[in-house]
């Protein structure tokens, strides 16, 4: 799984500098002072389950998002277009993800999502910020990953997987080791070993919270561990090369088969 991970400063690594300084652009810029409030609640270093973290994603398309602050994005909603897509019958025609066809093709649900002004495209993608973990219907807890094994039979998950594919950038990720099925307190960070930033596979969707206010939410998609992580867990993230970016949150084909290949191998640090 991946239950924290770690986004390094503007100084440690430069492949964020860039991702970092696109969402102070756009927030700063278009974002109004709601914006400016939720850009003072993003912080580098650990990040936490609920904690406000950048994500790579197409551009929005249709009518303006409304900037929601950060005391909103700690709410639990319902998925803002749920109602709509279970009445209609829609979530039972995307079938297997091999047939859900391009994101571009799809379209994005209207009404919710805007393209950032002035921001530079990164790798065919934008930076803006989302809370980690999709709210949970039935506890206060969020669900942060989604097993990519079953995730296109999934009704939470199906149609994201659909239409709004995303990448969540980090320095690397946490993992506890796990002993007789039970975590113990030895903790390690797992990041790439040629030093690059680690690019997570992930899902984004638009939740309602109990004010009314709509907010993006995003899960990290994982895999079964290979043999640089098995040892300590038995899942990791899905891992995408960073010429992969764009390919992954366009193309369905590709992203099915970033679903069923092995990860690459990582270097881990006694943290």
Known sequence: MCGRYYIASEEEL????????EVARSLGKNGGGAGR???AAFKTGEIFPTDIAPVLALPMAGASAPQVAPE?????????????LWQSGQLGQLGQLGQLGNQEQLGQPGNLRQPPVDAQAFMGLHARLAKWGFPHWKTKRPIINA????????????????????????????????????????????????????????LTDFFRGSDG??????????????????????????????????MW???????????RRPGPLLMRIAA
């Open 72 to 84: 909103q994005l700690g709410q639990t909603g319902q998925s803002a277009n749920q109602g709509h």
């Open 147 to 202: 097993r990519s094994e079953g995730v296109a039979e999934k009704p939470m998950f199906r149609r994201a997987l659909g239409i709004s594919r995303c990448v969540v950038p980090a320095y690397g990720f946490f993992e506890w080791r796990h002993t007789g099925g039970k975590s113990t307190k030895e903790k390690f960070l797992f990041r790439p070993a040629n030093g690059q930033a680690l690019y997570m596979a992930g």
């Open 249 to 259: 949150a366009r193309d369905a084909e590709f992203a099915a088969e970033a679903l």
């Open 37 to 39: 409030v939720a850009l």
């Open 213 to 246: 206010g709509m907010y993006e939410a995003f899960v990290v998609l994982t895999t079964e561990a290979n043999k640089s992580v098995s040892d300590i867990h038995d899942r990791m993230p899905v891992i995408l090369a960073r010429d992969e970016l764009g």
């Open 14 to 21: 430069a492949e964020m500098r860039e991702i970092i300084n």
